[in-house]
């Protein structure tokens, strides 16, 4: 009931303001935060080979600005995740998406591998501002039901990155050089940014109760709803990681996000290195998937619908389970075909458990969403990209460290499930 008075409300807010976004509109602008979030992962993977020769340094040293990407994404969020429940999502966005631009004009006139790389830790942070401003209005905007579909959502809206951003990314390198990849990140979040400062609404309660209490001569407008409910509340990082809804959930996504981390790092390597693609073919195959991935996620949220977040969760982990079976026993592909095969089959898993775990996980904190977000974000993006690093230095052979990773922490989140079983009534 309280979460439907939250969502009520925000529409309420909504509708009193016809120059802001409607819910849905807000939605919208959400998957666009997303899309940001990961374009600078995927918009540069045809121009390594560019920027290593450009920059004298190794195509390994390169792709190491992936993980220091994720890694700064995911420290960034302990905190944007905080101010976000204390400030608002709409000022924090607008700050993350002034060091999202600051951060790629830095990249684009890097001329030194170090350069690079902390063009990319700060890139990361602004990043990270851009997806829990995401997670946590969705949040803010619906029950866990409906949050768990719109995560999904989210989820296949990101996949237009690694479907387009590759094909994209060769294109401006080959034609115009590597620095332009950055250059549209520059102009994209320079259009978000103004976008999103005259049209974005703000969804988190407790702010929009302060601003009411501001103007008291406009008291009729606030909704006394809002008002009852959005006392600021605080919960410690603590509490909110021993919630036993949380961990097994966060596991859960932290397996997706493994996965998809794992794919998008190894693929050069599979694909270009072992099988001998052309970086055309190599983005075309990575994009297809990425469609593969849309689909998936559209799937996603008529299982949701038809059975619940749960059991799609636990079908995606059961998915990527067997995906990683089929990695191990073959960590490099002899053909095309074979790596197809096993790869969509986690692909679907991914799909299938990220939304509905995420959903799943941030439901029990409906009074500190940013903070819940941050959190989650942090398990996403830092762990599963140091876990990645660890394993994959002594696992270096093909996909033996996605086949590694992802039941790793599916079968934790499995566990945990399993621990956390709330007791039967007598």
Known sequence: MSDSLNSNDVQNSFSRNTRTLSKNGIVWLMMFFMILNLLPVDIYLPAVLLIANDLNTSVDNVQLGIFFYLISMGIGQLFLGSLSDKYGRKPIALISLLIYIAASILATVATNLETLIASRLIQGIGACGCAVTALAVVRDLFNEAESAKIYSILNGAQSIVPALAPLLGGFISIQFGWRYCFGLLVVLGIVTFIFSKAKMTETNTHVLTSNCNEKQADSNSCSEQVKARSKPQ????????????????????????????????????????????????????????????????FCATKLISRTSAKVTCYIGLALMILSSAMFFVIPNPDTLTQYLVFLSIGSFGFSFSLGSSIGMALAPFPECAGKASSVLGFLQFTI???????????????????????????????????????????
């Open 234 to 297: 605080s919960k410690s990082f603590w509490t909110i990681t021993s919630d036993p809804r949380f961990i097994p959930n966060a596991i859960a996504s932290m397996a997706a996000m493994a996965f998809i981390v794992q794919y998008v790092v190894k693929s050069p390597v599979l694909l270009i290195d072992n099988l001998g693609l052309t970086p055309t073919e190599f983005s075309l195959v990575f994009g297809s998937n990425a469609f593969l991935i849309m689909f998936a996620a």
């Open 384 to 426: 599963t990209s140091i876990v990645g690093i660890v394993v994959g230095y002594f696992f270096p052979s093909g996909a033996l460290s996605l086949a590694i990773t992802v039941p790793a922490f599916a079968m934790l989140s499995i566990v945990f499930a399993l621990i956390n079983k709330p007791a039967q009534p007598a």
